[in-house]
């Protein structure tokens, strides 16, 4: 079964550090990853998917198939950043809508 | 162009009573996933929808059935309800496609009592 882990549960950081939200994921073939993020009181959002290699808000993501990871960085961190982040694994079905989600973590940036 | 709606926002059932939960797909989606997320967990896939036919389904007893509608809006069904079953249940549509972006809904709250 796909897995995604997300180590940290909860991450707190001051503005202007830098940041970085781990993500593994279990080895399958080719794999599809997202990092999605939820707002306070907003609906959960895709931040960044790792087949467009783009920033986003100023996070990236590289995919590292050596060690089955994508991590999140970002170098300078805000607090309009804080957020639940979740890193997701796109299934082997024609639909990126099909995820697996790791347990998320609660990034709080402090002023 | 509408967001993707899901209706009511919050429900209390009783033990053993039967649920249906709606999704208003986003326009020219296709293709519609549910998810239940447990209190401080990560959402998981209960099943998906492609042009009105189950394409997958996550690890959920057959008491979790759900629909498709021509129109591509969505029904989640749960029967013989659980206090597990107590969760936040989010729909997802999207376009076809494997990096497609997945457009949520502000989910469901179900409390089980």
């Known amino acids: 079964a796909q897995r995604v882990t997300q180590p940290e549960k909860l991450l707190s950081v001051f503005k202007g550090a830098p940041v970085e939200l781990k993500c593994n994921y279990s080895?399958?073939?080719?794999?599809?990853l997202f990092w999605y993020v939820q707002y306070s009181r907003q609906r959960l959002q895709l931040l960044l998917r790792h087949i467009s290699r783009e920033s986003i808000k100023g996070f990236t993501a590289d995919l590292n198939k050596g060690e089955t990871s994508f991590h999140l960085k970002k170098p300078f961190a805000q607090e309009e950043d804080s957020a639940m982040y979740y890193c997701?694994?796109?299934?082997?079905?024609?639909?990126?809508?099909?995820?697996?989600f790791g347990e998320g973590t609660q990034l709080t940036v402090n002023p | 162009e509408t967001g993707v709606t899901q209706s009511p926002t919050h429900l209390i059932k009783t033990r053993g009573q039967q649920v249906t939960l709606r999704c208003s797909s986003q326009s020219g989606h296709n293709t519609v996933s549910w998810y239940q997320q447990a209190l401080g967990q990560g959402p998981q896939f209960i099943f998906q929808?492609?042009?009105?036919?189950?394409?997958g389904r996550g690890n959920f007893p057959p008491r979790f059935s759900g629909l498709q509608f021509p129109n591509y809006s969505s029904e989640l069904n749960v029967n013989a309800l659980e206090l597990d079953d107590s969760a936040l249940y989010l729909c997802?549509?999207?376009?076809?496609?494997?990096?497609?972006?997945?457009?949520f809904g502000q989910g469901t709250r179900l409390t089980v009592v």
């Open positions: 080895y399958s073939g080719s794999p599809e």
């Open positions: 997701a694994r796109g299934g082997q079905e024609t639909s990126g809508s099909r995820l697996t």
């Open positions: 929808y492609y042009r009105e036919e189950e394409n």
């Open positions: 997802a549509s999207s376009l076809t496609g494997s990096f497609a972006e997945a457009f």
